[in-house]
């Protein structure tokens, strides 16, 4: 059922695409996005798109892992095109799940390049097939999705130079042996989604010259493979959606000299890499999303690459060729002529096992790839990393375990200490880097540690003496990535100690302020990523003019900018500087006023002489004068008012205490004003006492 399933998915999506040629471009890895579009736009593959893994990783291809060039912004996504055979537009696919059978699977487009010159083209006819009609574009012959071509006895000859057929989408079903006679020159064809049904026994024989098969979306039987295998290209061979159930087909030959193959959206179930051990020259095998369950592991010196992505496999594979560590799900398989390497895998430098149900990690004992230069297991159900696991591999450069299923919870002593590691790829792991499990000296050993991808974690509730202990073991990172780590307040205390420091990427976070000098110990500063956090000021003191000079590269858009006085100097250095230096240069938008641009806002020179502090002090001085002088002149005012009231309030009072005795008699006296000073003075007292 599922092999039905892959096949009509497959094929429903070739039909849609009939009459074009695709391109798939198998990038090295997240870093080599910036190449994409680059590559997209000069290749011409089959059943092609640029794809990215659920864990934003690309199928290995032929060439080496590059770790540069990487896009500045590291939040954009790659775009996936399919250019068009004319070269003049690109339709672009969207980006899906990398299991997704409605999508073509990945093949790739360097030996094309190598050998497929697609200039100039030529608008008129290059080869008639009955009513149909072949393109040619420099060295490509385009005959695909010619659904009336009639069941052919053999291709017609093509125009000399002629090295690469697209005779994809034709439904030729049959390929008698003379079917390849004309053009046994040719180096790369593409047959694929082709209905095949028989192949003869020597039609392949007739391509002497050919290096690159590719037979995707094909239904092939075990004879009709035996039969392409008996004369299987030079270089590579892509299987991609052929049915495939095992791989025993592969043990019957002796003299495959193929260097890659490609098994992809098949059913493999349980991958047996002892039937592979026959291939003498396999450097690269594929077998993503082929719902593998277990490995069973065998001697093959010369593989470099294995990618098993998307599949079902809950342990990591067996490297160590000692009983007790061989094989996951059968006895072990040790030939007398596979020498004395403790390794099955002696020249195995690139290992992609990302989103599987791997839940455990080998200890450092068990890792027998010395020669390994890339291992990536991201998304799996890992949540402890052991102590020095990565210490042997002296050769490792990239580690990418970022997106696990759970929060890693325990991070041991030396974790990541391989002696050669310039790349960690450890973020969206919720990792609590406070959390008394996770070791502060993890990266103790990582002494050429550059690329430190922490994004996407628990730091911003983490105490930064913690982080000052953890980054004194990375004093020679160079790019450090913290975004959405929920930080607060910058880490400068930290952050100084990284003092090879050139990129700083802390965007997505509720930054509220930029300390004073906070980037000037850090020498080797170039660009810094403040983008979207909640910053509303920045001031002449958060940046010397030693730093302004050496930062190449800022990013402070998507801020809260309070569009004042106080912010009149970062409006002054960003219209100087402009997109030349900052990056996003229309998105600092005042946070104030509605839909002003911060280099728009304007303020008037005079208003802003005095600093906020003064102004508001001389408000409140002038306020407590003005309040000073008011009552003062109420009280001159209404003087004698005042005077008559306090007069009467005093003799109230003295009525009331005098009234507050016991009396025999009351006398009521009448006297003149004349005689007032007597009857107060003589009289009152001579008769009270009386």
Request: charged fraction near 20%; hydrophobic fraction near 40%; charge should be positive.
């Amino acid at each position: 059922m599922y092999s039905v399933l892959v096949f009509m998915h497959l094929l429903l999506h070739s039909l849609e695409a009939s009459g074009s040629i695709h391109m798939s471009i198998l990038d090295q890895t997240e870093i080599d996005r910036a190449n994409t579009s680059r590559r997209a736009t000069a290749l011409v593959d089959i059943h092609s798109h640029t794809k990215m893994s659920r864990t934003g990783n690309t199928l290995a291809s032929d060439e080496p892992v590059s770790e540069s060039n990487r896009n500045k912004s590291m939040s954009s996504s790659t775009q996936n095109f399919v250019p068009d055979l004319k070269g003049v537009t690109a339709k672009r696919l969207p980006s899906t799940d990398p299991c997704d059978l409605k999508i073509n699977p990945p093949s790739s487009a360097n030996i094309l390049k190598k050998y497929c010159d697609l200039k100039p083209y030529n608008k008129t006819p290059c080869v008639q097939i009955g009513n149909s009609k072949c393109y040619c574009s420099g060295g490509l012959v385009n005959c695909s999705g010619k659904k009336n071509i009639p069941n052919l006895a053999y291709i017609p000859k093509l125009p000399a130079g002629s090295v690469c057929l697209y005779f994809a989408n034709n439904n030729a079903k049959f390929l008698q042996e003379s079917f390849f006679a004309n053009v046994s020159n040719i180096r790369v064809l593409d047959f694929s989604n082709n209905a095949l049904t028989t192949v003869s026994a020597q039609t392949f024989s007739k391509l002497k010259n050919l290096e690159y098969l590719i037979l995707n979306s094909n239904s092939l039987n075990s004879r009709n493979l035996i039969n392409i295998l008996r004369f299987a290209p030079y270089y590579r061979l892509d299987l991609i959606g052929v049915h495939l159930d095992g791989l025993s087909v592969f043990k019957t030959f002796t003299n495959i000299t193929t260097k890659q193959i490609v098994m992809d959206f098949n059913f493999l179930q349980q991958l047996d890499l002892g039937e592979m051990s026959t291939l003498k020259n396999i450097q690269l095998l594929s077998c993503r999303c082929c719902n593998i369950n277990g490995i069973t592991s065998a001697y093959i010196p010369t593989l470099t690459q294995l990618d098993l992505r998307n599949n079902n496999i809950t342990d990591f594979p067996k490297t160590c060729r000692a009983n007790s560590t061989i094989s996951m799900t059968r006895e072990p398989r040790i030939e007398e002529n596979e020498g004395s390497s403790p390794s099955f895998f002696p020249s195995l430098s690139q290992l992609y096992l990302d989103s599987n149900q791997i839940v455990q990690l080998p200890e450092s004992v068990d890792l027998c790839v010395s020669q390994m230069n890339v291992l990536s297991f991201a998304q799996n159900n890992i949540t402890r990393i052991p102590s020095k696991i990565f210490a042997s591999l002296t050769r490792l450069t990239r580690i990418d375990m970022k997106k696990m299923a759970n929060p890693i919870q325990i991070i041991e002593s030396g974790s990541f200490g391989a002696p050669s590691l310039s790349t960690l790829y450890l973020n969206r792991n919720n990792i609590s880097f406070g959390h008394g499990n996770i070791s502060r000296s993890m990266f103790e050993g990582a002494h050429k540690l550059r690329d430190l991808y922490i994004d996407h974690n628990r730091i911003g509730s983490t105490p930064v003496e913690v982080l000052e202990e953890i980054f004194n073991f990375t004093a020679n990172v160079e790019h450090l990535y913290m975004s959405d780590s929920g930080l607060t307040v910058i880490p400068v205390s930290a952050l100084n100690k990284l003092t090879k420091l050139q990129s700083l990427f802390i965007y997505n976070n509720k930054i509220q302020a930029i300390p004073d000098a906070a980037f000037d110990r850090m020498i080797s500063l170039r660009r810094l990523n403040l983008q979207n956090n909640q910053i509303s000021l920045v001031r002449e003191t958060s940046f010397s003019p030693e730093t302004i000079a050496r930062l190449i590269e800022i990013d402070l858009s998507h801020n809260m900018f309070l569009c004042n006085c106080d912010l009149l100097w970062f409006q002054s250095w960003l219209k100087s500087n402009g997109s030349r230096v900052f990056d996003h240069n229309d998105s600092y938008i005042c946070s104030d006023i509605h839909n002003v641009r911060v280099q728009d806002y304007k303020e008037s020179l005079q208003a802003c002489y005095f600093s906020r502090s003064t102004y508001i002090i001389f408000v409140v001085c002038l306020s407590i004068f003005l309040f000073a002088f008011l009552l003062f002149a109420a009280l001159f005012r209404y003087r004698w008012q005042i005077r008559l009231m306090l007069y009467e309030r005093k003799a109230s009072l003295r009525d009331n205490v005098r009234m507050q005795g016991e009396f025999k008699f009351d006398i009521f006296i009448i006297y003149s004003n004349e005689d007032s000073d007597w009857v107060e003075k003589c009289l009152l007292s001579v008769v009270e006492v009386s």
